[in-house]
C-alpha cells in the first residue's frame, strides 16, 4: 500500500531533490508511527549518475537504521503498471524498453507472471525485430525507448503503451516479494548494473558467440 510519494518530472535532478524526498519521507513516516524496514533500489540497467546517486542514497539509509537493502531489476520494474492498469492477454508477452539513442534499446522479454522468457539485451531496432515471439503472441511494448520503435515494428500483434515509466512507487510489490524471501543484498558490496557495463558485457557476449 502507497503511504506516501514525490515525484519530480523535470529532468535529471537526482541530486538536488532525493535527499529532500527522502527526508520529507521519513519525516512523514516518523509522524505517523511507520516503521522503515528495508530500502528498496533500482539495481539497473539504467544511467551511471542516476544509480550511483540512487544506491549512494540506500546504503547510506540502511546504514545509520540497520535495515536490508533490496534490489529490483529496472526492466521488470517498468511491467508493474502495465499488469496493474492494463487487461492483456493471458499469453501476451511484456517488452519493456529503456532508450539507448538512435535505434537501439536496452530490452527484455517477460510472460504475463513477470517470468523472464529472453534475458535483458541491447537490441538494434528494425521491421524483423522480436517477430519469433510476434508470431506467436501479442507482445506490449512500453517505457522510455518504446515509442521511437512504433513506426518500425509494425506487425498486428505489436502493443505500444505510451507513458509507462521506471517510477519508484511501481516497486512495492516486486519489493514486498524480495523481502518476504529474503533476498537482501550485501549493503557494503552491492553493485547496481550500469547501462555502459552493461552493453559492454553484450558486447563481449556476442563476440564469444
Do not use: W
Not at 53 to 82: F, H, N, Q, W
Amino acid at each position: 500500500m502507497r503511504l506516501f510519494e514525490r515525484v519530480d518530472r523535470e529532468g535529471p535532478n537526482h541530486a538536488v531533490v532525493l535527499g529532500v524526498f527522502v527526508d520529507e519521507a521519513l519525516t512523514f513516516a516518523s509522524g505517523s508511527g511507520v516503521s522503515v524496514d528495508a530500502v528498496a533500489v533500482s539495481r539497473g540497467p539504467g544511467s551511471y549518475t542516476g544509480l550511483r546517486i540512487g544506491v549512494s542514497m540506500a546504503k547510506g539509509l540502511c546504514y545509520s537504521r540497520s535495515i536490508p537493502l533490496l534490489a529490483v531489476d529496472t526492466l521488470e520494474l517498468l511491467c508493474v503498471p502495465v499488469l496493474l492498469e492494463r487487461d492483456v492477454e493471458d499469453d501476451a508477452l511484456l517488452c519493456p524498453m529503456i532508450d539507448a539513442r538512435r535505434m537501439e534499446v536496452y530490452a527484455a522479454i517477460y510472460d504475463k507472471s513477470l517470468q523472464c522468457q529472453r534475458a535483458a539485451g541491447a537490441d538494434i531496432i528494425d521491421s524483423e525485430s522480436y517477430r519469433e515471439q510476434l508470431e506467436k503472441h501479442p507482445v506490449y511494448f512500453f517505457g522510455p525507448g518504446a515509442m521511437k520503435c512504433k513506426d518500425v515494428i509494425q506487425h498486428p500483434n505489436a502493443h505500444f503503451i505510451p507513458g509507462i515509466l521506471p517510477l519508484a512507487s511501481n516497486m512495492l510489490p516486486l519489493a514486498e516479494k524480495v523481502f518476504r524471501e529474503k533476498k537482501f543484498e550485501d549493503t557494503a558490496y552491492f553493485t547496481p548494473f550500469y547501462l555502459k557495463d552493461f552493453k559492454a558485457t553484450v558486447a563481449r557476449d556476442r563476440l564469444r558467440i
